[in-house]
């Protein structure tokens, strides 16, 4: 792996409804993200926060239902230069959030080095619709498929053309949450997803494989996007959108060991922690731990 890195935080909570999660960089960094990355020998460069512009007050868009759309696009906008700077420097991104609204912007700036790029999308959520199919028009529910280049098009066509992925480039790890436009758009697109369903019948072990496999050959690099609220809620209890039935501590540990050894990994982001709804910054605790196995850290 690129053993140069560069963290770029994203404080940022106006992709969705639960305030909190804009302090979600600090929470990471205070449960020690640096210097875990630090003792693994990685040449890792804080670049400190993203500065964000609040709203006085909540801002829905008049022709679409979207809250908060110009403060999200302007934030996007600003991480999506960042991370394509510091590839272009040879640096590998790692993009600390902030609500999963800010993969739009992560996105646009991996993908402009990429092909083929594929996408690991550990959520238990599909994050696939649209302003049409978005039942609580929170932005947070749509970078899938605005990266798809599916929804309004200032967010497709954030930084750069749509789309900036390939349906066929992306896997959703954990998914117990999906609502009737996503489940569509899945099955429409041939979008591959192992939910709790499969990884409780195959085991994170073989999923884990089997994604590494189906990526590795068709993709010239894979971004790592990881939701917390991927993890069952009592052992990630501090995210805004929880479903029980998530993915345990120590198989989200094996995935990152798994792709670790497989160096497959070309940036990465860590989103929704909310340390307002944690308990005493946990939920940031087992970021910062399974940031440790997905950049090496090993037992022996
Ligand atoms: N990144 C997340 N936590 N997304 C949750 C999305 C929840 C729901 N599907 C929505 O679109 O509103
Ligand atoms: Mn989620
Ligand atoms: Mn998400």
């Not at 790692?94 to 739009?104: K, P, Q, R, T, W």
């Not at 599909?126 to 970078?143: A, K, Q, R, V, W």
């Not at 489940?183 to 369903?197: A, D, N, Q, S």
Request: net charge negative; proline share 5%.
């Amino acid at each position: 792996m690129n053993n140069k890195m560069s963290i770029i935080g994203v404080p940022m909570d106006l992709g969705q409804s639960r305030r909190g999660v804009d302090m979600g960089p600090s929470a990471m960094r205070y449960a020690g993200a640096i210097e875990k990355l630090q003792e693994l020998n990685i040449d890792t460069h804080d670049l400190g926060d993203i500065p964000i512009n609040r709203p006085d007050q909540k801002n829905i868009d008049n022709d679409s239902n979207l809250k908060n759309l110009e403060q999200v696009i302007e934030a996007n906008e600003k991480l999506a230069e960042m991370v394509d700077q510091e590839i272009e420097k040879g640096q590998f991104p790692l993009v600390l959030g902030g609500d999963h609204s800010i993969a739009i912007g992560s996105l646009a700036g991996v993908s402009k080095h990429y092909d083929n790029l594929g996408v690991i999308w550990y959520d238990a959520h599909g994050d696939l619709n649209s302003s049409e199919t978005s039942p609580s028009g929170n932005i947070h529910g749509m970078p899938l498929a605005a990266s798809l280049g599916i929804g309004h098009e200032k967010l497709t066509n954030l930084y750069g053309n749509a789309p900036k992925i390939k349906p066929e480039n992306i896997v959703i790890v954990g998914a117990r949450s999906l609502d009737p436009g996503e489940r569509e758009l899945i099955r429409e697109r041939g979008i591959k997803v192992y939910t709790m369903h499969e990884i409780d019948r195959m085991g994170m072990s073989k999923v884990i494989e089997e994604t590494i496999d189906y990526l590795k050959d068709r993709t010239d690099g894979i971004h790592l996007s990881l939701d917390l609220d991927g993890l069952d809620p009592s052992e990630a209890p501090g995210v805004g959108t929880p479903v029980i039935g998530g993915i345990t501590y120590r198989e989200s540990h094996l995935a990152m060991e798994m792709l670790a050894e497989a160096e497959v990994i070309t940036s990465a982001e860590f989103v929704e922690v909310n340390p307002i709804l944690d308990d005493k910054n946990k939920t940031a605790t087992v970021a910062v731990a399974l940031m440790g196995s997905l950049f090496g850290e090993k037992l022996k």
